[in-house]
């Protein structure tokens, strides 16, 4: 089956920061998601991109299918983004999720 | 998009004791899956809940130990038998929506198994 990868594992940042989170994967998809998944557990939804680029707020991301990666983009981090970051991709309705990065803001 | 309600979102189990969760939503989908997570993992799938018919299992997930129901587009549920501390884990249902929105997770039930 496909291979998720997502790098770093953990990131420890100041708020304010900006960070990059990685996402590598090993074969053709349908399409990908990226969630946050909060400290109760809840798995929320940030972006749904199966190519190209989107913006909401404080985030982006961007996906090259064609390079099988996406990257999220956090920009002046404050202490409410901590938690991890799941990327999963979608291929023939088989989702499969990468291992996760987790990130704390320190305040 | 669909709102899922999932239930309940936590649960002290004694060993070798069943428990059953909910997973409803408030508008028909065809897909529905289950996931488990462990502590400190990712997320697995269990399988894939078929209306009308048996679910699809994953590799390395049972019937006998997962049995699932999904009795109409609506609603699903997850049984977890014959409970170890083992399968103390975070278990979420999810719905697909088709190409244009993604998957959607419900909040998720928070197994301890004692």
């Known amino acids: 089956g496909i291979q998720v990868e997502q790098s770093p594992p953990d990131l420890i940042l100041q708020e304010g920061a900006n960070s990059t989170l990685r996402c590598n994967f090993s074969?053709?998809?349908?399409?990908l998601q990226w969630f946050h998944q909060n400290p109760w557990g809840q798995l929320i939804n940030l972006f749904y991109i199966p190519s190209g680029t989107k913006q909401n707020g404080r985030l982006s991301a961007t996906t090259v299918a064609t390079e099988r990666y996406s990257l999220l983009y956090i920009s002046s981090s404050q202490t409410t983004d901590s938690g991890v970051y799941f990327c999963?991709?979608?291929?023939?309705?088989?989702?499969?999720f990468g291992a996760g990065t987790r990130l704390t803001v320190k305040p | 998009s669909a709102v899922i309600s999932q239930k309940p979102s936590r649960d002290i189990c004694q060993r070798g004791t069943s428990l059953t969760i909910q997973c409803q939503v408030d508008?028909?989908?065809?897909?529905m899956f289950w996931y488990r997570q462990q502590p400190g993992q990712s997320l697995t799938l269990i399988a894939t809940a078929n209306q009308g018919s048996e679910a699809t299992y994953e590799s390395g997930f049972v019937i006998d130990k997962f049995p699932i129901s999904r009795p109409n587009l609506t609603f699903s549920t997850l049984t977890v038998s014959n409970m170890s501390p083992e399968d103390s884990s975070i278990y979420l249902c999810s719905i697909g929506q088709g190409l244009n929105y993604g998957y959607t997770f419900g909040s998720g039930t928070r197994l301890t198994v004692v």
């Open positions: 999963a991709v979608i291929n023939n309705n088989d989702m499969r």
């Open positions: 508008s028909q989908v065809t897909m």
């Open positions: 074969d053709s998809v349908n399409n």
